[in-house]
């Protein structure tokens, strides 16, 4: 699977919006975006996922470049309880993920 | 959603003690699971695949003697840890994909709040 290098720590303002960038370079045209979340002593929480189209659920965006080698996951209003250790993964076909050392993002009033 | 249990979530024994960890899809059957461990301040380390009736498969410098997994029915992983020490100390967390959404390769993974290991 493709390696990921984030940020390894950010600040947002409460209420503003997250902008956590992600490259992922060498990605292949199986493997997806995937983003989780890890909140402090916990199991990581499944963000979004996408492949080359732009992805939005209720938690998040997920915005991936059209050539595929960068992304960048929004949250559109940060709440203190978004800060977290923020992981950007690809994966392929099979099923592992592999985490690197995410983002610390450190949501502030 | 998709939910992952595990049991306990915390746990405190003396070196040499066996400890088994539950890893349970609660609202889905899952044909695979995995195992992780985290160190303080790391990333999380993939420990073992666990494929439902059948052998698990263990990632490179893990000892499937130290680290038993059965994976006995769909919803149902476990990972003994067999004669801890003091070094087993850490945090392991399981996962299951859920095959309800996405095909193969499109079917996230969700995790359990994971299990704290602690041996005096």
């Known amino acids: 699977d493709a390696k990921t290098t984030q940020p390894p720590s950010m600040d947002c303002a409460e209420g503003r919006a997250a902008n956590l960038p992600c490259n992922h370079s060498t990605i292949s045209g199986n493997e997806y975006v995937y983003w989780y979340r890890q909140i402090h002593s916990q199991g990581p929480q499944y963000i979004i996922h996408g492949l080359k189209n732009n992805e939005t659920n209720e938690m998040a965006s997920l915005i991936i470049t059209e050539d595929r080698k960068s992304s960048t996951l929004i949250l559109p209003h940060a709440t203190l309880r978004d800060t977290a250790v923020y992981y950007c993964?690809?994966?392929?076909?099979?099923?592992?993920?592999?985490f690197g050392g995410g983002t610390r993002l450190m949501v502030k009033p | 959603g998709a939910v992952v249990s595990q049991h306990p979530s915390w746990v405190i024994c003396k070196s040499g003690t066996s400890v088994k960890i539950e890893c349970r899809s609660l609202d889905f059957q899952a044909t695979t699971m995995f195992w992780y461990r985290q160190f303080p301040k790391q990333s999380l380390m993939l420990m073992a695949t666990?494929?439902?009736?059948?052998?698990?498969?263990?990632e490179q410098g893990v000892e499937k003697d130290k680290f038993l997994i059965n994976h006995a029915s769909l919803t149902l992983s476990t990972l003994t840890v067999t004669s801890a020490h003091p070094e087993d100390s850490s945090f392991y967390i399981c996962?299951?994909?859920?095959?309800?959404?996405?095909?193969?390769?499109?079917?996230?993974?969700?995790f359990g709040d994971g299990t704290r290991l602690s041996i005096l």
């Open positions: 666990s494929n439902e009736g059948s052998k698990a498969t263990y």
């Open positions: 996962s299951a994909r859920d095959p309800r959404t996405g095909g193969y390769s499109n079917q996230p993974q969700h």
């Open positions: 993964i690809v994966r392929g076909a099979g099923n592992m993920l592999t």
